[in-house]
């Protein structure tokens, strides 16, 4: 039997490849419909201060969503991946699709707030966590990309906090294989 680490990038390569298969009028129609099923979902609404990943290319968009929570006053908050396997929270009042004193280059080739001109979120008003992922089961596990971003940062905010993650169909597979150290999310939302 393979070990959980053979499991899971075993599972990654499928996930990746399938991801790449959409095509992209399917992925913008599947995130715009992402986007209404979170709009309607009650834990998001009633939240101040949300956390949104900034989708890479191949996963559901967020970046309509995230401008819409700062058209209707949400605090947002985006990571910015540290050095040392870590990443902060950022609040943003805007978001940028090219670099400027606020958003640089950063991880995975995805811009990021730039430190100098944004402040810090405090962890502990943090209502809702969007969750990226590249797999997710019946049970709330998910499947990162193997860096342990999320489940780190998961540690800090702690359990109060909704955890919503938004997928395509392709990526709900019966069991994400997991150890001890893997945090679920609360819900996941497919289109």
Not at 159 to 173: G, H, K, M, T, Y
């Amino acid at each position: 039997m393979s070990s959980i680490f053979d499991q899971k990038n075993e599972m990654r390569s499928r996930m990746i490849e399938a991801l790449r298969g959409l095509e992209p009028e399917e992925r913008k129609v599947k995130s715009e419909r992402l986007a209404r099923a979170l709009w309607s979902e009650e834990r998001f609404i009633r939240s101040r201060q949300i956390f949104c990943y900034i989708s890479m290319p191949e996963e559901p968009d967020t970046r309509a969503i995230i401008r819409r929570c700062l058209a209707e006053g949400k605090k947002v908050v985006v990571p910015k991946i540290l050095a040392g396997g870590t990443m902060e929270a950022r609040i943003i009042d805007r978001l940028s699709d090219q670099p400027d004193g606020d958003w640089v280059p950063g991880a995975f080739g995805i811009l990021e707030p730039n430190p100098k001109t944004t402040e810090p979120a405090n962890l502990a008003e943090m209502d809702c966590v969007l969750v990226p992922g590249l797999a997710f089961d019946a049970e709330g596990r998910r499947l990162g990309r193997g860096k342990g971003y999320y489940d780190r940062f998961f540690e800090q905010i702690g359990p109060s906090a909704a955890r919503i993650a938004l997928a395509f169909e392709c990526q709900r597979v019966s069991r994400v294989p997991c150890g001890p150290h893997d945090e679920k999310v609360d819900l996941v939302l497919y289109a």
